[in-house]
């Protein structure tokens, strides 16, 4: 394995292990490595010192609150990315549920990963995540869509069909805004369990090819109920992530939301996947960089600095 800089793997933990209690110090050197040279690091600490360095810096106690919530976000970084993601479904669980991280995993992910999720979120939790989703009380629109999309992603169907798409649109069509009243959950549920991402992405861009506008405009109607916004929740997530993690990262630096882990978990797993669309997308919308607004909403301190390595790192060029 090569890093960026001069120094060895060996060097960076030795550094690290001699440095636990300075936190800039853990910003500099962790935030500024791909998330594969962090793995390589938690593993090349584990040899050397015996212990595991998620853990350390999960679980330091350090001077301020801010500090301790910057070590446990900079422990995030050396987690697999299935692994990462089945510590937040869990905490997405706890009360209140946060739907809107469950509906990442669900629609975000491949569907070998979302297997790799749940495999890891039993190893770890010695419990289904499918059973948690299935007991949660009360009953809720998001939950039978979460179980559809588990269903679909266990299908592990990975064939794209155009002829699918047309009369799956026909049928949203028909059972929806092709009817009066509310759209027909059976059929929407259905469809999203036997479908994979792609497949249902794409039907929802024939939708819009055959009737005009989009599925997600039709449930934009203050007659609808909590199924049809969490329909229209789920399919802008499939249709278009970057632009929904972007509104997402706003929302958090203008205080509008009340998921107060989405900024950290949202820029920590999309780094090496589509931040730099991410990015892009962020200016057009709101004219201002990402890294600009953290500087401008986020309070001067290591939390910050965090916050900035990261979107720095992913900033396009």
Do not use: W
């Amino acid at each position: 394995m090569t890093f960026s800089r001069s120094v060895s793997c060996d060097n960076i933990c030795k550094e690290i292990h001699e440095s636990l209690g300075d936190i800039n110090f853990l910003i500099q050197d962790l935030a500024s490595l791909s998330q594969t040279e962090c793995r390589k690091i938690r593993e090349t600490y584990m040899k050397i010192y015996g212990e595991d360095l998620v853990q350390i810096l999960g679980n330091t106690a350090m001077a301020s609150q801010e500090s301790s919530r910057t070590c446990a976000a900079l422990s995030t970084l050396m987690l697999n990315p299935h692994e990462r993601d089945a510590v937040v479904a869990r905490e997405a669980l706890d009360e209140p549920i946060n739907y809107k991280a469950l509906i990442e995993i669900f629609t975000c992910r491949k569907s070998s990963h979302v297997l790799l999720i749940l495999q890891a979120y039993q190893a770890r939790f010695r419990r289904q995540l499918d059973q948690d989703i299935a007991k949660i009380e009360p009953p809720n629109p998001y939950q039978k869509i979460m179980m559809a999309l588990s269903a679909s992603h266990k299908a592990h169907s990975t064939d794209i069909s155009q002829h699918i798409a047309k009369c799956d649109a026909r049928r949203l069509h028909q059972t929806g805004e092709g009817k009066s009243g509310a759209i027909d959950e059976a059929v929407v549920i259905e469809i999203f369990s036997k479908r994979s991402i792609a497949q249902l992405k794409l039907t929802f861009f024939t939708y819009n090819h055959i009737y005009g506008h989009t599925y997600t405009s039709f449930l934009k109607n203050e007659d609808f109920g909590e199924f049809e916004d969490a329909v229209r929740m789920v399919a802008k997530f499939i249709c278009n992530p970057a632009k929904q993690y972007a509104k997402t990262l706003y929302r958090c630096l203008k205080s509008t939301t009340t998921d107060r882990g989405a900024l950290v978990r949202v820029m920590v797993s999309r780094a090496e996947v589509d931040m730099d669309e991410i990015h892009r997308i962020f200016k057009k919308k709101y004219g201002i960089e990402l890294k600009s607004a953290i500087y401008e909403s986020v309070p001067a301190g290591n939390h910050r600095d965090f916050l900035v390595a990261l979107a720095t790192k992913a900033s396009p060029s």
